[in-house]
């Protein structure tokens, strides 16, 4: 049975115009050869598998007038993550704002002109309330829970990725002068 | 081999574009908020009605009143410019005084204007009209009002004339502000 396994790989090799299929008819023979005895044996895999989390912002958010003169500035921007917590651990999203309204005249983040609320998470606690953005302190978006999983299903969310949408608000103040400002959001996730 | 070749390219594209769309997910991430700021007004007339009144003495004086009201503005930092304005678009019932028809020749509704910066009051005494609106108050470029807006004043004079007939007259003033 061997040498006909053998002969028979030979045989294909020669008649093989193409090389590398040559070698992949030469690699397969050993395999060939071993299906000839039977033997068992087992072997223990471990997988070790960690707490993660990874998330993703949108690249830019822009903040519109509100329909009545001098009402509010807002906009919403969805924030995507994906994480895995272990059964004693969880996890949390931030922001700061990592560079305040420029150029200077307008809105200032340092000053308390940027709030936000967070709604529609689904995975973990959305931030309660209204939220006043720093440019010194991480505030909350998002509390994750022990034993969390994104996508799947079962005991993991159903949604790949999971999703939390934030609303920005910042006052129309008249003393504020005409022109664009941006500033810059910095999400973190972690999760244990 | 070629065809082989060109299915290792397109293997090898296919990763590289997974990788980068998967790149976008990471331990953190940033946005970039952006808000324009534009040139914009509003006003509130504080004197819901504003009634005109008489000295007791018989025709000592004119009929007078003031209308207060708070504005908001933000004139564009260059070259912008607001204003105040305000039209009677409702003239007095018949009878009575009249701001386009008035039954004696001099009958006047006049106002002064007073306002706080960063607004400029009218000058000297103005004729209202019901055709043409005229000015109460005049802004600069990068003009910027108070959050809670700043303030101002009309000060109405009614001439006083023995050919209105008794009665309660009434007119609407409407006021208008704008900002480029």
């Known amino acids: ?192 | 081999m070629s065809r082989y070749a060109t299915l290792v390219v397109l293997t090898c594209m296919m990763l590289v574009l997974t990788g980068t769309a998967q790149a976008q997910f990471g331990p953190s991430g940033t946005t970039t908020l952006s808000v324009n700021v534009g040139a914009e007004a509003a006003l509130r007339i504080d004197t819901g009605t504003t009634s005109l009144t008489a000295p007791d003495t018989a025709f000592g004086g004119d009929y007078t009143g003031t209308t207060n009201y708070t504005y908001k503005i933000r004139t564009t930092k260059t070259g912008g410019t607001g204003t105040i304005q305000l039209k009677v678009s409702a003239d007095f019932n018949a009878g009575g005084p009249s701001v386009a028809s008035p039954p004696s020749a001099g009958d006047t509704l006049q106002y002064t204007c007073s306002v706080t910066a960063p607004g400029s009051g009218c000058t000297g005494a103005q004729t209202a009209s019901t055709s043409t609106p005229t000015a109460v108050a005049t802004f600069g470029a990068d003009a910027k009002s108070a959050k809670a807006g700043n303030t101002g004043s009309v000060g109405w004079t009614l001439t006083n004339d023995p050919a209105y007939s008794t009665g309660t007259y009434t007119a609407t003033v409407l006021f208008t502000i704008s900002a480029t």
């Open chain 1, 1 to 192: 049975m061997q040498s006909y396994a053998h002969m028979t790989a030979t045989t294909l090799v020669g008649s093989l115009r193409q090389p590398w299929l040559a070698l992949l008819a030469m690699a397969a023979t050993p395999v060939c050869t071993s299906l000839a005895s039977t033997a068992t044996a087992t072997q223990s895999l471990n997988a070790l598998i960690y707490p993660i989390a990874k998330l993703s912002v949108p690249a830019t958010v822009a903040l519109s007038a509100g329909a009545t003169r001098f009402s509010s500035f807002t906009g919403s921007a969805a924030v995507s993550y994906r994480l895995r917590t272990t059964p004693s651990g969880g996890g949390n999203i931030t922001l700061q704002v990592t560079s305040d309204f420029t150029p200077a005249g307008g809105p200032s983040a340092g000053s308390g002109a940027l709030t936000y609320t967070c709604a529609g998470a689904t995975i973990g606690t959305s931030c309660s309330g209204t939220q006043t953005a720093s440019t010194t302190v991480q505030t909350p978006v998002l509390t994750l829970p022990a034993s969390a999983c994104t996508g799947g299903g079962g005991a993991c969310s159903s949604q790949d990725p999971n999703s939390v949408t934030l609303s920005f608000t910042v006052p129309d103040d008249p003393g504020y002068a005409t022109g664009s400002y941006s500033a810059r959001l910095t999400f973190v996730i972690s999760a244990t």
